[in-house]
């Protein structure tokens, strides 16, 4: 098993531990009959310490056990789960202390109960091999759930960007935009920012931007548009602001090297969005649609487009501020992506805040055809066919879940990917509906706002009659043949 010198340490804790349990020792036993002390074996089963020779002679010795069976890192067969974990560097690749946790916290409920936790990491495992999950899916799956931990607010990060903009001189009234982002990359930082297209560097056509650390360059893709490239300067600024250097060179994931560079890139990216969006302004801009009588598509892509954002960075960052600033949590975000011309919808990211709400990934199913979601996406289609597609769509829907009480308002906007051709992009923030949120968002009542009877699958639904169904309730099926034959069990008094 090839280790690194920080599981080395875990893997002899472990067996420590594990020998002293399986010998009933106690830790005062132990440390009578080594000659060591309880804190300095304390802190070697918890995988802080390595002992030098002698003291793993003392160890051996106590323990009535050879040198040579201590010192292996070879684990029984009940924990070779533990040891598939180990080889992947998961306890040392993934920052546990982001989540309150330490390499050694989790050493230690592995060796309290070695078998069951086995069990168990065995089956993630299985689980992630089951549903194809590679190593870069793992780690972003994990940065939803530190954003989902936090509410996706960070104080940290929001402190550094007001200290950015004093230090600049940024006015609460000034808006930042790309022209006075590149100048500070070009002035300050020293950056030479260049613009490509296919005949350039036809192999990274659909990347927005490239760094180049040698020579200080930064690549932009001509196709992007402003609202992209200020938020391409904004994240380079963020690297550089917070002195960030774990982080990838290239705005879409290439490869994936480590959960550093991963959580370093969200904290760029919110950066960026921040300083694109400033909290204050932002707040008193969503009061006044919150408090509109009647929904306006237009107010929202007037919103983007005063911030100069990206649907995407706007939605981001008004999911920063709501549960903070408006105590609204219940939300969630979704980005899908279909071809123009066709109805193949992929589901790129997604995000809970308070709970798992009911739209959300899964695996070879048909989502639902009635989410406004799709259907806007659907429209940007037909627009760009007729030419007459001019800015983002804007779509709204009242969501009623079948089969649950979950209500959701929904907001949709789309529009083309202009870095890949014939792509088209939907980003949607759902807020779960309750006496909380009519209370804020006055236009709720609005009788324009459609209301649609949806689900998560057509294979997970009863609504049989719908016109929108692609596929077969086979899930739904295989659900009630089950709960018959419960139903029927109980009767015979089985």
């Not at 590679?134 to 940290?156: G, I, K, T």
């Not at 919110?270 to 598509?297: D, H, M, P």
């Not at 929202?300 to 649907?311: I, R």
């Amino acid at each position: 098993m090839s280790l690194n010198t920080d599981n080395i340490r875990l893997v002899f804790g472990l067996k420590l531990k594990q020998l002293r349990l399986d010998k009933r020792m106690s830790l005062t036993e132990l440390a009578q009959k080594s000659g060591l002390s309880m804190s300095y074996i304390n802190e070697i089963e918890k995988g802080k310490k390595y002992p030098k020779s002698d003291k793993i002679v003392a160890l051996a010795e106590a323990m009535g056990v050879d040198y040579d069976t201590l010192v292996s890192l070879k684990l029984n067969k009940k924990l070779e789960p533990i040891s598939e974990l180990l080889r992947s560097n998961f306890l040392t690749e993934l920052p546990f202390e982001i989540f309150g946790i330490s390499p050694a916290d989790l050493l230690e409920l592995l060796s309290d109960a070695p078998t069951k936790l086995s069990a168990f990491i065995s089956t993630i495992i299985e689980i992630g091999r089951s549903y194809n999950m590679s190593v870069e899916q793992f780690y972003f799956a994990v940065l939803r759930s530190y954003q989902e931990m936090h509410d996706n607010y960070f104080p940290d990060i929001e402190e550094e960007v007001d200290k950015f903009l004093a230090e600049h001189k940024v006015s609460t009234e000034q808006q930042v935009d790309e022209y006075f982002l590149s100048n500070l990359l070009t002035d300050k930082y020293g950056f030479t920012i260049k613009y490509f297209d296919e005949e350039d560097y036809p192999d990274i056509v659909n990347i927005r931007s490239v760094f180049l650390p040698k020579t200080n360059t930064l690549l932009i893709n001509k196709r992007i548009t402003s609202d992209q490239r200020a938020f391409t300067l904004g994240r380079e600024l963020g690297f550089l602001y917070m002195k960030i250097k774990d982080r990838p060179y290239t705005s879409s994931w290439v490869e994936v090297k480590s959960f550093d560079s991963v959580l370093n890139n969200f904290n760029a990216s919110y950066f960026a969005g921040a300083i694109l969006i400033r909290k204050e302004k932002l707040i008193g801009k969503l009061e006044k649609l919150f408090n509109q009588e009647t929904w306006s598509n237009k107010a929202l892509v007037d919103l983007a487009n005063y911030f100069q954002a990206t649907p995407e960075t706007l939605y981001h960052r008004i999911s920063n501020v709501l549960p903070k600033f408006f105590g609204i949590d219940g939300i969630f975000f979704l980005r899908f992506e279909a071809p123009s011309g066709h109805k193949e919808y992929h589901l790129t990211k997604e995000m809970h805040l308070a709970k798992k709400h009911n739209p959300h990934e899964t695996q070879k199913e048909h989502y639902c055809r009635r989410w406004i979601s799709l259907n806007i996406l659907d429209n940007v289609s037909n627009l760009q066919q007729s030419t007459k597609y001019k800015e983002p769509l804007v779509g709204v829907q009242i969501s009623n879940y079948l089969d649950s009480e979950n209500q959701y308002f929904v907001m949709s906007m789309a529009r083309p990917l202009s870095i890949i051709s014939h792509l088209n992009i939907s980003v949607t923030m759902g807020f779960e509906l309750n006496d909380n949120l009519r209370s804020k968002f006055k236009f709720l009542a609005d009788p324009k706002i459609s209301v649609r009877e949806v689900n998560q699958t057509c294979e997970r639904c009863s609504l049989f009659d719908c016109k929108e169904r692609v596929a077969a309730p086979v899930i739904l099926q295989k659900k009630r043949q089950l709960d018959n034959m419960k139903a029927a069990l109980k009767g015979m008094g089985a």
